[in-house]
């Protein structure tokens, strides 16, 4: 016969009576508790036995105090001969399920049982130690089973800029009574520089390894000390899955892995940071350190070491928030908001102020038809949730955004820097001037983005210009003037050899803008088609990528670690160096604006660089050179030519300049190539 859970009630005296015997059969270590114990408790409704042919198998006793939201565990009893199927999970799994909207359960029990296996299993974590009242004084460990309902402290918004977990070895560097070997990196994170932008956090692992201490005085002095650090409780199940996942992928990427309970606890601490939704990890353990491709390819975690995070922390934040990589051959797919689906876009995108949700379904409604022929654009991701949303049509040389919205999801911030580039490059192919981004509550993620690509306030919307001139400063400013002007707005003063930097930020708020006589040098770039395909889609793939998303905004290129006097900030065009098949290849693709140049080590590199780029950590070290090191190019707003340039109709154009060419390695070239170049790419006669 089946096992069933009873909650057992006053008047099921039998059921009450069998309860109390298998009690009394254990009462070495659950205690001597009284007959009235056992009926006061099912008054109460905290006694649930495990039934099974009118025999009580096991059973939970609890207290269900009116002063608190915690469940309190006194008995959690199963016949010896029961063992083993189960029943202590049923048990508790029946106590969850009958009182949910309690905060969770509390237990205590003996160090000495050597039961923490049982209890963690169970779901329990650590929860404090108290000295027992026995004639021993043997101290009683505390464990606890969140109910998963959120507290005025796990709802807390850290201020700080990245929350990083760290590892049992990381905290007894920070926190343990005797100093440890190296322990000054780990110190690091608390540097009084650090307060204000790293918050550490820690798991459930972290508790048990406190927990199995021996020392009674460290323990307890390290217990202590968890209150300086955030708390995090994600969920069992999931953890459980996220472990399994990893175990999994780690023994297949490092077959002489040994299996065992010590790389268990280590993934387990990669598998509750990323059902914490936290991504960095910090730890100085070889092995987690050996993990790290494996725990960000199946986690999405970053296994980093203390002086990581201390010298990369801005780094790891924007590795968290802004991740183009993971838009290439994106699932994300775009199309045009059908009649009638207005409604159900209401509860993915914020509203705010009058714009409530059926003023903004109307308002959605108002762009279909009429004599505005609106493009009302909606992207989903892969598993069909609506992320992004934006509708545009062209007024005169205006390109007019009323509606721009990003939902709430891991790549918001990337979809709205992503967005943002797409519209200035729609813009641009209508032969737009002006962008207005109309929408009177575009998302803040979206409006935080927009002031780095030079939008501003005006007349309570977010405006740009386009632009679309590759020329002198001269020429440059009499456009960006004459566009100000109708605005009614003051604009920047361009003067012939500005500095590189301004240069840049003037390229960057009026792209498509060059200002070729400028002090921002220009390069050009040999790279295999391998590459260019993987980054630019050119030549393009067999299965083609989503128009939408399909170049991101910002990447980074490896090569060999030799200078070739680069400078950032700088301009780049992209020469594909050789073809996939005869005939094919050899030509000047696009443009882009350097932002970083870094040599290092590839693991150093491929540590910072991962999130923006297609590349694997074999192919960064394949990049190095005999010195084991390898150049990163960061760059980004990369412009595909409309009409590439020929490797005949490239040398034609330096000859006539009277330049010289290289298209051995990276070289740097003239401005007045740049610009000979970059119009020949965007003729369209």
Not at 55 to 82: D, M, T
Not at 121 to 149: A, C
Request: aromatic content about 6%; overall charge negative.
């Amino acid at each position: 016969m089946a096992i069933k859970l009873v909650s057992v009630s006053p008047a099921q005296d039998e059921l009450i009576d069998k309860a109390i015997a298998l009690g009394d059969r254990y009462t070495k270590t659950l205690g001597l508790l009284t007959p009235p114990a056992y009926r006061k408790a099912a008054e109460d409704g905290g006694l649930l036995a495990a039934v099974e042919a009118d025999e009580v198998l096991g059973y939970a006793l609890f207290g269900l105090p009116k002063r608190s939201a915690r469940i309190r565990l006194a008995h959690l009893c199963v016949a010896e001969e029961q063992r083993g199927r189960g029943i202590a999970r049923r048990l508790v799994e029946g106590i969850k399920e009958r009182y949910p909207q309690r905060l969770g359960i509390k237990a205590k029990c003996r160090r000495d049982y050597n039961l923490s296996g049982m209890w963690r299993s169970l779901g329990f974590v650590p929860d404090g130690e108290v000295r027992g009242r026995g004639r021993d004084g043997e101290i009683l460990d505390g464990w606890w089973l969140d109910l998963g309902h959120p507290d005025l402290f796990t709802e807390m918004e850290s201020d700080a800029l990245l929350v990083v977990t760290v590892d049992y070895g990381v905290f007894a560097d920070l926190r343990g009574l005797a100093d440890t070997a190296d322990a000054e990196e780990s110190r690091a994170l608390e540097a009084g520089w650090m307060a204000d932008l790293v918050e550490l956090a820690y798991t459930p692992q972290l508790g048990h390894e406190i927990r199995d201490l021996s020392d009674t005085a460290e323990r307890q002095h390290q217990r202590a000390a968890l209150t300086g650090l955030r708390k995090l409780s994600p969920d069992l199940a999931a953890v459980d899955e996220r472990s399994r996942e990893l175990l999994q992928a780690a023994t297949q990427a490092l077959p002489d892995l040994t299996v065992d309970a010590a790389l268990r606890f280590r993934l387990r601490y990669v598998a509750e940071t990323s059902c914490a939704g936290l991504q960095v990890l910090a730890t100085r353990d070889p092995l987690l350190s050996r993990m790290a491709d494996v725990a960000w390819g199946v986690a999405r975690v970053r296994v980093v070491s203390p002086s990581t995070v201390t010298l990369h922390v801005d780094e790891l934040r924007q590795a968290q928030v802004y991740r183009p990589a993971d838009l290439m051959g994106t699932e994300f797919r775009s199309g045009e908001v059908a009649p009638g689906a207005e409604d159900e876009l209401v509860a993915f995108f914020h509203q705010s102020g009058g714009d409530d949700g059926s003023a903004f379904a109307d308002r959605l409604r108002s762009l279909n038809g009429g004599s505005v022929a609106w493009r009302r654009e909606l992207l989903r991701d892969g598993q069909g949730r609506p992320v992004a949303l934006y509708a545009w049509a062209l007024d005169g040389r205006t390109l007019v955004v009323p509606v721009l919205r990003t939902a709430g999801h891991p790549l918001e911030q990337t979809l709205a820097r992503q967005l943002l580039f797409l519209i200035k490059r729609l813009g641009r192919d209508c032969g737009a001037e002006i962008i207005r981004i109309s929408d009177p509550h575009p998302s803040e993620a979206a409006r935080s983005a927009a002031g780095d690509d030079g939008f501003f306030e005006h007349d309570g919307r977010l405006v740009a210009l386009l632009v679309n001139v590759c020329g002198a400063a001269a020429e440059v400013e009499a456009v960006a003037g004459g566009l100000a002007r109708e605005l009614t707005v003051d604009t920047t003063a361009l003067r012939a050899g500005m500095p590189a930097e301004v240069a840049a930020v003037v390229e960057r708020a009026w792209w498509p803008a060059k200002v070729i006589d400028s002090k921002l040098p220009s390069f050009l770039v040999p790279i295999k088609p391998r590459w260019s395909t993987e980054l630019f889609n050119v030549p393009a793939m067999l299965i083609p990528r989503s128009d939408v998303l399909g170049i991101s905004r910002e990447h980074v290129y490896y090569r060999s670690s030799g200078r070739r006097g680069e400078s950032v900030p700088a301009r780049l065009l992209w020469y594909v160096s050789e073809g996939n098949s005869p005939g094919e290849g050899q030509m000047v693709v696009g443009s882009s604006r350097l932002d970083e140049v870094l040599v290092d080590t590839p693991d150093t590199l491929f540590s910072k660089f991962e999130h923006l780029g297609v590349y694997g950590r074999t192919e960064v070290q394949e990049a190095a050179d005999a010195s084991g090191r390898a150049m990163a190019l960061r760059f980004s707003d990369t412009e595909i030519f409309p009409k590439p340039v020929t490797l005949r109709r490239l040398t034609s154009l330096a000859k006539e300049l009277g330049l010289p060419l290289s298209l051995i390695s990276l070289s740097k070239i003239s401005n007045e190539l740049f610009q000979a170049v970059y119009q020949e790419g965007h003729r369209t006669t």
